[in-house]
């Protein structure tokens, strides 16, 4: 918490982000945008001025395709031959939260601001979290622009100009 006394305070929002339900790439931009301060009026790329994000529900995330069993995270060790690998099912099983921090501290770019943006990033794998002192904004996603296509008959009516009497 020491941390979080020394951000400048002034304008900082506290957000709340439910991933219950949420597509893991969707949820993440939005979220590298709210930590970026992109959706300010006042965003410059060389000031930190990113609300605070807090991510609920971690655990309950949806991924898209065959992503879980798929996407494969690769790390390597140090020792000679020591390249691990771990799938997204073995990580939600083992800590559901960074499978989230991964999809948007990748997001985010890469320069001397990224390790502050990713302080203000703090997830938790269910509806408990400890920032419960805090005034905190639900951030809702907005939705998505689907469009239906009307059944073949219902089209050609519709083109079909009316006979003139």
């Keep these: ?10 304008g900082l929002r506290w957000r ?15 979220i590298a945008v709210v930590l970026q301060g992109k959706d300010k009026p006042t965003y410059a790329p060389n000031r930190d001025d990113g609300d605070v994000c807090v991510v609920v529900n971690a655990r309950h995330i949806g ?14 060790t140090g020792y000679i ?22 999809a948007v501290l990748r997001m985010l770019p890469r320069n001397k601001l990224q390790d502050d943006r990713a302080r203000k990033l703090r997830i938790f794998p269910d509806e408990i979290h400890t920032f419960g002192d805090k005034p905190l904004e639900p951030f809702v996603m907005p939705p998505r622009k689907v469009r239906e296509m009307r059944p073949r008959e219902r089209r050609l009516a519709l083109r079909a100009k009316p006979a003139k009497e």
């Design 1 to 10: 918490m020491a941390l979080i006394n020394r951000w400048v305070n002034e």
């Design 16 to 30: 709340v982000f439910d991933a219950k339900g949420e597509v893991l790439g969707r949820l993440a931009s939005r």
């Design 63 to 76: 991924l898209t395709g065959n992503k879980l069993t798929d996407k494969v995270y690769r790390w390597h």
């Design 81 to 102: 031959g020591h390249l691990k690998e771990r799938t997204v099912k073995e990580q939600m099983a083992r800590k559901p939260e960074e499978v989230i921090r991964k």
